[in-house]
């Protein structure tokens, strides 16, 4: 079946731009995570959605970004007045239950 | 504070030879841990993953084990081919923690023609 997609796959935006990150998950997976990998790292937790409780925006670096999701379908990760140091690789991932995480091919952002 | 972490930064071997990736996690309650496999331009592809039942689990080529006394995770390809050249990544999942995974920084391994 399909796996994670996410769009765009490349997102070049001015500094102070705002910008808008999609992810779908793969159909029937109920959890739902953004991570955020900067360039020769591992991956940094952002946010998570689980079904219809209260997501955990622990990993949010700043007021700056926040997270939507659409019961258990499509999520979108919002950043405002973006600035350079946003710049990096933004992944998706879905979870069925008590399974591992599947990652989408992530969206590069270039903040300049 | 907790963190997991990975032995070498990189890994060159010979084509046919075995493959053997190590990692370190530090937090005792951890009880799922999953190997991921990133090429370049791509997302995490996962590979295997083990639950902190278990000592050992196989797969295609591949095969996880997990020493909790000391907490050493390792990940083992045999007959290592071109198309494994990429980093590799542990991650572990904390026991009620949402199963936010804390990933390592990630080893390159580069096979050798």
């Known amino acids: 079946g399909a796996g994670v997609s996410q769009s765009p796959s490349n997102k070049v935006t001015e500094k102070g731009k705002d910008v808008e990150l999609r992810c779908d998950p793969i159909s029937g997976h109920t959890a739902l995570y953004w991570y955020r990998q900067s360039l020769g790292q591992g991956l940094e937790f952002l946010i998570y959605f689980q079904g219809n409780s209260a997501p955990d925006k622990s990993g949010l670096p700043s007021d700056r970004f926040s997270a939507e999701r659409t019961g258990e379908s499509v999520s979108t990760l919002t950043i405002q007045r973006t600035q350079q140091e946003d710049s990096a690789v933004y992944l998706c991932?879905?979870?069925?239950?008590?399974?591992?995480?599947?990652f989408g091919p992530g969206t590069r952002l270039l903040v300049l | 504070g907790e963190s997991v972490g990975l032995h070498l930064p990189t890994l060159s071997v010979q084509e046919g030879d075995n493959s053997i990736i190590n990692c370190a996690y530090s937090n005792s309650a951890s009880d799922y841990f999953i190997w991921y496999k990133q090429e370049s331009g791509k997302g995490p592809q996962f590979i295997i993953d083990?639950?902190?039942?278990?000592d050992k689990r196989q797969g295609q080529r591949v095969t996880v084990l997990l020493n909790k006394t000391v907490k050493h995770l390792s990940l083992q390809i045999a007959a290592t081919q071109p198309g494994d050249s990429a980093v590799y990544f542990c991650a572990e999942n904390i026991a009620g923690a949402n199963s936010k995974l804390t990933f390592g920084k990630g080893i390159t391994l580069s096979v050798r023609p």
């Open positions: 991932a879905s979870r069925s239950s008590g399974g591992a995480q599947y």
């Open positions: 083990i639950r902190s039942n278990m």
